[in-house]
């Protein structure tokens, strides 16, 4: 079983900064790809910025120039780094991972964590 746990929410004012943070263990062989994403009151889970074992970054429309994630994969952790916050990116915030069991395990999606709750607005 792999569990996440995601840390580093709070509250700013509109354009301040937060820094998530989210760790990843159990039976991991390999983390192929890690991904932030949010779920806002009433709206559905949205995908924000995932990074590959790679290094390689996507974001989503909303959070282009403003997010930055990066990972460490000698401790299973992804980081999100958000700047310029806006009320609108109120919403929980999780993390998941694309990862291998052992060599030549099928890649599988982790379990959500609990999430950690980002709110810019005064």
């Known amino acids: 079983q792999v569990q996440v746990v995601e840390s580093g929410g709070g509250l700013v004012q509109p354009g301040g900064s937060l820094r998530l943070s989210c760790g990843a263990s159990g039976s991991i062989f390999r983390i192929n790809a890690m991904g932030w994403y949010r779920q806002a009151p009433g709206k559905a889970r949205e995908l924000v910025a995932g990074?590959?074992?790679?290094?390689?970054?996507d974001y989503a429309d909303s959070a282009k120039g403003r997010f930055t994630t990066s990972r460490d994969n000698a401790k299973n952790t992804v980081y999100l780094q958000m700047n310029s916050l806006k009320p609108e990116d109120t919403a929980v915030y999780y993390c998941?991972?694309?990862?291998?069991?052992?060599?030549?395990?099928?890649?599988?999606?982790?379990?959500w964590g609990q999430g950690t709750q980002g709110t810019g607005s005064s």
């Open positions: 990074i590959t074992s790679a290094g390689d970054t």
């Open positions: 998941n991972l694309e990862y291998y069991k052992h060599y030549g395990a099928v890649r599988t999606f982790g379990s």
